[in-house]
């Protein structure tokens, strides 16, 4: 199923101000682009580097740029299409105090 990205302009904001991101975001975006998801399991094979949070909080996080930056986003699986929404996106420093906060189940900065 093709992925419908909920919101591209959250990346594209992110990225205005996180210089260093861009490109690896772009790239990102490209594999999502062309990914046939009908699983969370496909979403493991597109990114291998990817992390299914678990306590049924349908979330996975993405390594970004040689694991400089996170990315939070909920997942949901229509009949036509896969939905991705994006929760998070932060450095692997401020990832890394989200997580010894608990906050990476239920963070929605977007």
């Known amino acids: 199923m093709k992925i419908h ?26 594999l999502v682009k062309g990914a046939d998801w009908k699983s969370p399991q496909d979403i493991l094979e597109t990114f291998g580097s990817a992390d299914l949070l678990g306590n049924g909080c349908d979330r996975v996080v993405f390594d970004i740029g040689g694991n400089k930056y996170r990315m939070i986003c909920h997942y949901v699986f229509g009949e036509k299409q896969a939905h991705l929404f994006i929760c998070w996106i932060g450095t692997h420093a401020e990832y890394t105090k989200l997580c010894n906060s608990n906050k ?4 929605s900065d977007y």
């Open 5 to 30: 990205l909920i919101t591209k302009w959250t990346i594209e904001n992110y990225a205005r101000f996180h210089t260093g991101s861009r490109s690896a975001l772009r790239f990102w975006q490209l």
């Open 104 to 107: 990476q189940y239920t963070v």
